[in-house]
């Protein structure tokens, strides 16, 4: 498994796309709940964790996500907003969202072949 993350709009997919020959991307913002075990590369990863969220799916997303996806997927490469940087939310989703999205990635970085963050375009391998 490949994480890549970063800030919003700072080259992240671009990066992804240079780096791996990926053929099949999930978009985490529409893309079916399953698609996740199945695709080669997800963007928006953070969004597809919100979705689950509002589905009310946390427990799932805590306990059984991740254990599934190295099984059934540990070839594929998530590429993620950080989202623990700046104003803390107001609204109680939007920082349960925002902690939980800092949980799954730090496990997913542990069990991670390789993590890079990308700055302004500029990837930085930290794993």
Not at 10 to 32: F, L, M, T, V
Not at 67 to 77: F, I, T
Request: hydrophobic share 35%.
């Amino acid at each position: 498994m490949k994480l890549v993350i970063g800030g919003a709009y700072q080259g992240k997919r671009a990066y992804a796309e240079e780096h791996d020959s990926i053929q099949k991307w999930a978009n985490g913002e529409i893309c079916p709940e399953e698609e996740i075990f199945s695709c080669e590369g997800m963007v928006d990863f953070h969004l597809y964790l919100r979705r689950l969220l509002q589905e009310g799916k946390e427990q799932y997303v805590r306990e059984q996500l991740i254990p599934k996806l190295l099984q059934e997927n540990p070839q594929v490469v998530l590429v993620t907003n950080e989202l623990g940087y700046g104003i803390v939310p107001i609204d109680p989703f939007d920082r349960s969202w925002r902690e939980l999205t800092g949980r799954i990635c730090t496990e997913l970085a542990e069990h991670a072949d390789e993590v890079t963050r990308v700055v302004c375009g500029i990837p930085v391998v930290l794993k």
